[in-house]
């Protein structure tokens, strides 16, 4: 069965300042994998996914992630964080021979120090 | 375009008393539903999961069940409630697909006193 671990329970940045948030999977073939965020007391909202093509993918709110096979790695970036970008991040993954069932990983809270 | 409703936005329900929670897909025909439980710092648990009408899986033992009466209602439901089901409950939809996503509601707080 597939596997995602989210290595930073939490992460402090400072506004301004670049992001990285770390998504390592554990599945054999090519997986489908997604980016959500979540305000608190919200749903989750989709930033980005990857399933197929060009391993680097763009999302919304100037969020991008990269799928890197050999280290079974789908980590998120941002150049320069605001501070609205607080909340939690989860990753999550998917595969067609799994049906339709997303796991997801454990997420990271992000803060935001002005 | 595709929307989804989950009601109500917050719960305050006793011990012991029943619960139903209503989630409704507007705009698709055929979703695949889900119920999520989010408790405090343990992520993401999935419930149950529909891909029909009256076709429910679950996904682990609990005090609770679903129904799907109509194609695009999902209802989250028990008889008598337990503290440990308080948490924040999430109700999601896809497309046929897992690499679609799911599109989530905007949640259900439960607290159970």
């Known amino acids: 069965a597939q596997s995602v671990t989210q290595p930073d329970i939490h992460i402090t940045v400072s506004e301004g300042a670049s992001l990285e948030l770390r998504c390592n999977y554990s599945?054999?073939?090519?997986?489908?994998l997604f980016w959500y965020v979540q305000s608190p007391g919200q749903g989750l909202q989709l930033l980005l996914k990857?399933?197929?093509?060009?391993?680097l993918v763009q999302g919304i709110k100037g969020f991008e992630a990269e799928f890197k096979r050999s280290q079974s790695s789908f980590n998120l970036r941002k150049p320069s964080v605001h501070w609205s970008d607080a909340a939690e991040y989860f990753c999550?993954?998917?595969?067609?021979?799994?049906?339709?069932?997303?796991?997801f990983g454990a997420g990271t809270i992000l803060r935001v120090k002005s | 375009s595709q929307t989804i409703h989950q009601w109500p936005a917050t719960l305050v329900q006793p011990v012991g008393s029943p619960l139903s929670l209503e989630c409704t897909v507007e705009?698709?025909?055929?979703?695949?539903l889900y119920w999520y439980r989010q408790a405090a710092g343990r992520g993401l648990q999935l419930l149950f999961y529909?891909?029909?009408?009256?076709?429910i899986s679950s996904e682990v033992p609990q005090n609770l069940s679903a129904s799907r009466p109509q194609d695009r209602q999902f209802i989250l439901s028990s008889k008598k409630l337990l503290l440990s089901d308080s948490g924040f409950y999430l109700c999601?939809?896809?497309?046929?697909?897992?690499?679609?996503?799911?599109?989530f509601g905007s949640g259900t707080r439960l607290t159970v006193v």
């Open positions: 999601a939809w896809s497309a046929s697909g897992a690499h679609y996503g799911y599109t």
């Open positions: 599945y054999g073939a090519t997986p489908y």
């Open positions: 990857y399933f197929s093509g060009d391993t």
């Open positions: 999550a993954v998917g595969a067609r021979e799994y049906g339709n069932k997303l796991v």
């Open positions: 529909s891909v029909g009408i009256g076709q």
């Open positions: 705009g698709t025909s055929n979703p695949n």
